[in-house]
C-alpha cells in the first residue's frame, strides 16, 4: 500500500451532509483532493463559520473527525473528490500508536531548521 493513509474513498456527483468523520483519528488531518468539471462547490466548514471555494483541483488537509463539514448542491459540471484518511481502528490493530496533535513549534521548528541550513551552506561559498 504505497500511501501514508489507510483509507482512501471515491465521491462522485453527492452532496455531502454536514457530519464529523467518527473513524477518523482526531490528531491527523485528511486530504480532500476535488475533481470534475466545471463546477462551481463549495466545501463548509461549520465550527468555523467558513466557506471555501472547492473547484476542479483544489486541495484540502483539514481535521475530518474534529471539523464538521459539508458539500452541498453546486449548479452544474461533475464532481467528484477523492478522500484521503487514517482510520483509529488501524492504528489499534497493528498497535501503532496514534500521533500527537500537530502543534504550531513542529511547523516553526522546521523553517527555523532550514532558514539555518540556507545561512550554513551560504557561509562555506
Excluded: C
Excluded at 16 to 23: C, E, K, L, Q, Y
Amino acid at each position: 500500500w504505497p500511501s501514508i493513509f489507510s483509507g482512501l474513498e471515491i465521491i462522485a456527483n453527492r452532496v455531502t451532509f454536514s457530519h464529523r468523520d467518527a473513524g477518523g483519528s482526531p490528531s491527523l488531518f485528511d486530504l480532500l483532493v476535488s475533481l470534475g468539471r466545471s463546477h462551481h462547490a463549495t466545501l463548509a466548514l461549520a465550527d468555523l463559520n467558513a466557506e471555501l471555494d472547492y473547484s476542479p483541483g483544489t486541495m484540502v488537509y483539514i481535521a475530518g473527525r474534529v471539523l464538521e463539514h459539508s458539500v452541498g448542491p453546486w449548479p452544474n459540471g461533475e464532481r467528484f473528490v477523492i478522500a484521503h484518511f487514517m482510520k483509529d481502528a488501524v492504528h489499534n490493530r497493528v498497535g501503532v500508536p496514534r500521533p500527537g496533535f500537530p502543534m504550531q513549534s513542529f511547523f516553526l521548528e522546521l523553517v527555523g531548521r532550514r532558514q539555518n541550513h540556507k545561512r550554513q551552506k551560504k557561509g562555506r561559498n
